[in-house]
């Protein structure tokens, strides 16, 4: 068994323990958590660390076959210029050192599992052997109701590959803007079979109410391109997620990212939602898409669970966790740095149905065990020279 303790402890499901003791067994395992009052305790063979010892981290949101495209789509700010240069990349591979090295940054980063976006296969021999827990969110698209039966088809091609390399995953939409609702009401039956999570990119541009609305901004010719039937689509005349309500509170566990141009206040009107929908937030990949975050002080007033993502390479310099924690920290000083914390553990946890094993030290748990170096203790708060260092 191991002790182990350091200026604070952040349990992941509470206040921060000062001076509180981990207890672990030889697999990681923890054993107990001891709250020492704040009291320095002198025991055998009990190891000290200068920081906050935190649970492993969670990526909720992640583009792994994407990694090849780091530094290589340029496009005009916003999100359609952004698809339309990532859709040239279509036809190529990620190569999978690339995609290993990604997992592997991520690992070093204090990242224990990942909510992973997949429209293919290519990444699924890389989370095969890695040493993270990895959902993959196998990702259909199709605004043409016809073609529903199609993509349902080739995910569930996609499943059977997810299971023959031992992986998790389920059956989800890509985004409003893409899915027709013949296609939600699909992978809507597909989620309330298998209760498995789901992820959904949500108003991540403004462009998409537009497009609900009045049938009007940068989608619509998008989109044209794609599906030529499209021109008969009839705009609902409100906004995407009061059109999806139906759909969004019917789902098991759910999963809206990004949520840049989101409503706090009509999120939060919804009652009973707080019971399936987790907000997950990519900021650094909101900033350089669309030049701008989310309301998070707004979202966090939602009673709504918020978790972290990173989005892929293709949209941000690198994977980690911490350096969107600090993102949001600048941004919006009066979020607490314990209620980051839970957002990127226990919160993110919870999003990939996986809260009875990680993102907390809770006896029994193996969540890991990460370190965060060089913050300000003094005033909580986490500074430009602030890493992650894994202990366990």
Known sequence: MRRISAHYIFPGDGPLLKYGILEVDADGTILNIRDTGGIPEEFHGVEFYNGILIPGLVNAHCHLELSHLKGRVISAPGLVPFLDSVLAFRAEVCPYEVMEQADLNMEAEGIVAVGDISNTDHSFPVKQKSRLYYHSFLEGAAMDPLWSEKVMTRLRGLARG??????????????????????????LEESLHTGLPVSVHHQESFHEDLLFLKKEGDFVSFIEQQYPGFTTWIPPGKSSFDHLLPFFSRFPRLLL?????????????IAGLSDSVALVLCPRSNLMLEGRLPDVEGLSRTGLRIALGTDS?????????????????????????????????LNGAWALGLESCLGSFTPGYRPGINLVENADLQALRLLEKTRIRRIL
Not at 258 to 268: I, K, M, V
Request: charged share 20%.
């Open 257 to 269: 990212v990004h949520n840049t141009y989101s409503n706090p206040e009509r999120l939060g009107s």
């Open 313 to 345: 390479l293709a949209s941000n310099h690198e994977l980690s966790i911490v350096s969107e924690m600090k993102v949001l920290q600048d941004a919006f000083p009066e979020i607490a740095l314990t209620t980051l914390l839970q957002w990127a553990t």
């Open 162 to 187: 997810l299971e023959h390399y031992g992986l998790k995953g389920s059956l989800c939409p890509h985004a409003p803007y893409s899915v027709s609702d013949e296609l939600f009401e699909k992978l």
